[in-house]
């Protein structure tokens, strides 16, 4: 059987190598009919090129095809600003943007887009292309060509001497090889650049580096980058080149002259095209609230799901594999991050994603979800008692979180500070802990509630954005938390209790709206959802194993 199986693999491999681009079948590349129009990604690469000088070009990067033990590729999921303003889902695409225009076979467009050529082999192993023409016409770019065309394109452009290239921070963990690596390449041989890209440790340099413009921050961060430079682990020639000078240089003033010679006008482009994306993105438009409140309705139906089906006895992954079923069976893609169900002593691991733990009648579950649809994705807290009912320190715990969510929630309106939400939650859970007496005298609060309380949503789940004051059209959550552990300073009675309560925010120019309001909240409608028979807990259910 196994020689049979090579033998049929090996044909199969030698078949599409033989095959013509005009023997590949006309076949849809898409199915859904609900994606985001053609009209509104032209109108965003407008609303960019209207931003950039006329001698700009701006190039965007697809997201790397990241791949299991050398062999199978994971599903592919696109860069976000590339989605943004193409929709294109296709690996080793790469869109320029141009307000002064560029020339291609004797036309001159201001966007261009760079798709990868059909070929029959990719098509039979891996799906569909578009192709250049068909690129074109169902995206609605205003010219695609093949992506083997690009370094001609970028030397063209590059004779420019007035010529400005703005980019984002460059694609990392790119297989060697691949045709994404071939493209940076070709953009590094052509293009003088900086960014803040690398991994986090590099990133985090990097900003401290920039920000080193006087004698003392100079001193400060010499160290730093020189340990950078010794874990050799810097991957962009020019951050390297910078780093090195850096350390070369005998003092502040030597730096600040380097960097002004150097990188600046670079650096600044980058950042530029960065703020840009992230002001066009935090707003929502109505045809994305479309998407987004889908992927939120789907969630909710999930954490309804969870709450009707969940018992004693369950496994953490019970409950995971339910609310994806939901998600899926819906028409979300995927999960827009890995799902969080933690039970007991899980329920205080923030980022807790594994789900073996089988749930006992005493466990709280924190479940943290969130479905994908058409590229949005919804993030979406509730706490549960495994066993229906919460117990008086379950309860109190559960009550405090919700108040404080209560505050964040009434925080969030135009014009108020990022943080806001996030200081009036503090304050009420740090008023809350110390009339329990969890919290003693100079504790603090940071100890049971140790992250943020907000954060931006959309393509991504920490989406972008300005962190500024808040604007109407954004969506942030608002997702407060106590988290108890063991402790001598803590009664025992609340360790092992972790709450989250999670819900996405659409700021307007009046009140905020609960877009997440259909997941019951409080602790009289979710015990009471939690009486119903579900999914997962029907005799001969979905699990098959109650
Ligand atoms: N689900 C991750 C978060 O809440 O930020
Ligand atoms: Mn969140
Ligand atoms: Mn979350």
């Known amino acids: 059987m196994r020689v049979l199986l090579a033998s049929l693999f090996c044909c199969l491999l030698v078949l599409p190598a033989r095959a013509q681009p005009a023997d590949i079948p006309e076949s849809p590349v898409r199915y859904d009919t609900d994606l985001l129009s053609p009209a509104f990604h ?10 950039l000088p006329e001698n700009a070009v701006a190039i965007f990067f697809s997201a790397p095809v990241r791949n299991r033990e050398n062999d199978v590729d994971f599903e592919y999921r696109q860069d976000s600003n590339l989605l943004y303003l193409t929709g294109t889902h296709e690996p080793e695409s790469m869109l320029l943007l141009a307000p002064g225009g560029i ?5 001159t467009v201001t966007e261009l887009l760079l798709v990868p050529p059909r070929n029959a082999f990719t098509e039979v192993w891996v799906g569909r292309r578009f192709g250049a023409e068909r690129a074109q016409a169902t995206l609605g770019v205003e010219k695609a060509i093949s992506h083997e065309r690009f370094s001609e394109v970028l030397a063209m452009l590059a004779q420019d001497p007035e010529r400005r290239f703005f980019h984002l921070p460059l694609p990392t963990g790119v297989t060697e090889g691949s045709a994404l690596a071939d493209q940076l390449a070709t953009f590094h041989a052509h293009v003088k ?3 803040i890209s690398g991994n986090f440790l590099v990133q985090n340099a990097t900003r401290l580096m920039l920000s080193a413009t006087t004698p003392a921050a100079f001193s400060r961060a010499k160290g730093i980058i020189g340990g950078r430079l010794e874990a050799s682990d810097i991957d962009d020639p020019a951050v390297r080149a910078a780093f090195e000078a850096f350390t070369e240089s005998s003092d502040v003033e030597a730096w600040n002259t380097w960097r002004e010679e150097n990188f600046t006008a670079a650096f600044a482009d980058g950042v530029l095209l960065q703020e840009i994306m992230q002001q066009l993105r935090a707003i929502k438009t109505d045809e994305e609230m479309v998407l987004l409140q889908r992927a939120i309705d789907i969630t909710t139906a999930a954490h309804r799901e969870a709450m009707r089906s969940l018992e004693p006895g369950m496994h953490e992954y019970e409950i995971e594999a339910l609310v994806e079923y939901i998600f899926r069976r819906n028409g979300a893609e995927d999960s827009g991050f890995p799902s969080i169900v933690g039970s007991g002593e899980n329920s205080t691991i923030l980022h807790y994603n594994t789900s073996r733990r089988a749930m006992t009648a005493d466990d709280v579950v924190v479940i943290d979800i969130g479905a994908e649809y058409h590229g949005y994705t919804a993030d979406i807290t509730r706490t549960l008692p495994v066993n229906g009912t919460f117990s008086p320190e379950q309860k109190a715990i559960y009550e405090l979180v919700l108040q404080a969510q209560e505050a964040g929630i009434n ?3 135009a014009g108020n500070p990022f943080q806001s939400p996030g200081q009036a939650a503090s304050q009420a859970i740090d008023a809350g802990l110390r009339e329990l007496g969890i919290l003693k005298a100079g504790g603090n609060v940071r100890s049971f509630f140790m992250h943020g309380t907000s ?24 997702e407060p938390g106590i988290y108890i552990n063991p402790s001598p300073d803590v009664d025992p009675k609340w360790w092992h209790i972790g709450v989250r309560i999670e819900d996405d925010i659409l700021i307007t120019n009046g009140d905020p709206v609960n877009l997440s309001a259909d997941a019951p909240r409080t602790v009289a409608e979710i015990e009471a959802l939690m009486q119903e028979q579900g999914l997962g807990n029907l005799p001969n259910g979905v699990t098959g194993t109650h």
């Open 411 to 413: 925080a969030s309106r």
């Open 455 to 478: 954060h931006y949503l959309g393509l991504y789940v920490h989406d972008v954005g300005s962190y500024g004051p808040l604007q109407p059209g954004e969506v942030i959550t608002v």
């Open 42 to 51: 032209q109108e965003r690469r407008a609303a960019v090129r209207a931003t």
């Open 103 to 107: 020339t291609v076979d004797d036309e």
């Open 193 to 195: 650049t900086f960014s």
